[in-house]
């Protein structure tokens, strides 16, 4: 069975632009969570989505925004990317629900000049 | 609400000793614990999870890690250090029901010496 995938894995933005990451969760996974992993603050939980519903959200500004589609597959976009949005940006995918074991993909690097 | 501590941003053994690697969580009801390992510029990998049952999980590459209530731990352990397991090694704790998502830990970097 093929693991989470995420796309692309590196990304390099100018300040102020705008950026859409995908990830395509384990066959059969209707969970998608995504993180931003960051040397100071280390995982930090973005948002997670379940049959195309956002279920849960952390502490982000409103530039972070995401989506889920009818075959589970999920996009974060970043509006008006600011330097200290640079980061891992990981997805992650479970069965039914977060709070049991989720498997990673391999995340994508944004770097915001 | 749930939180993770581990204790130690940074550990070092030498190649061949144990690896302890520490891990308390704080929890309104009975958690799900897990432990997941990252290596330099990819994803997390799940470890080992405790749910319920046995108190003494294994997991893959000779770790284990042991539930205790009381002391509201679950610290990592590996009886003999490899090189292969430097990384960084992330604690996450959940409430197992319902659909509130998991707690990470910091992280603890994992340094192994020849």
């Known amino acids: 069975k093929a693991g989470v995938t995420q796309t692309p894995r590196y990304l390099i933005k100018t300040r102020g632009q705008q950026v859409t990451l995908s990830c395509s969760p384990i066959s059969g996974h209707r969970s998608v969570s995504w993180y931003q992993q960051t040397p100071g603050q280390g995982l930090q939980f973005l948002f997670e989505y379940f049959s195309e519903t956002q279920r849960n959200k952390g502490n982000f500004p409103g530039r972070f925004s995401g989506r889920q589609f009818s075959n589970s597959r999920s996009e974060m976009n970043v509006s008006t990317l600011e330097l200290g949005d640079s980061a891992l940006y990981l997805c992650?995918?479970?069965?039914?629900?977060?709070?049991?074991?989720?498997?990673f993909g391999p995340g994508t690097r944004l770097t915001v000049t | 609400a749930q939180s993770v501590t581990q204790l130690g941003s940074h550990v070092s053994v030498s190649e061949g000793a144990l690896v302890l690697l520490r891990c308390n969580y704080s929890s309104s009801v009975p958690p799900y614990l897990f432990w997941y390992v990252q290596y330099p510029n990819q994803g997390l990998q799940l470890l080992l999870k405790?749910?319920?049952?046995?108190?003494l999980v294994k997991g893959i590459n000779g770790f284990e890690a042991e539930f205790k209530k009381s002391e509201t731990s679950f610290h990592l352990t590996k009886p003999s250090a490899h090189m292969s397991d430097a990384a960084e090694y992330f604690c996450?704790?959940?409430?197992?029901?319902?659909?509130?998502?998991?707690?990470f830990g910091k992280g603890t970097r994992l340094s192994v010496i020849a």
């Open positions: 405790y749910t319920t049952g046995a108190t």
């Open positions: 992650a995918s479970s069965l039914e629900q977060p709070s049991h074991e989720q498997y």
């Open positions: 996450a704790v959940s409430r197992g029901s319902g659909n509130t998502p998991l707690v």
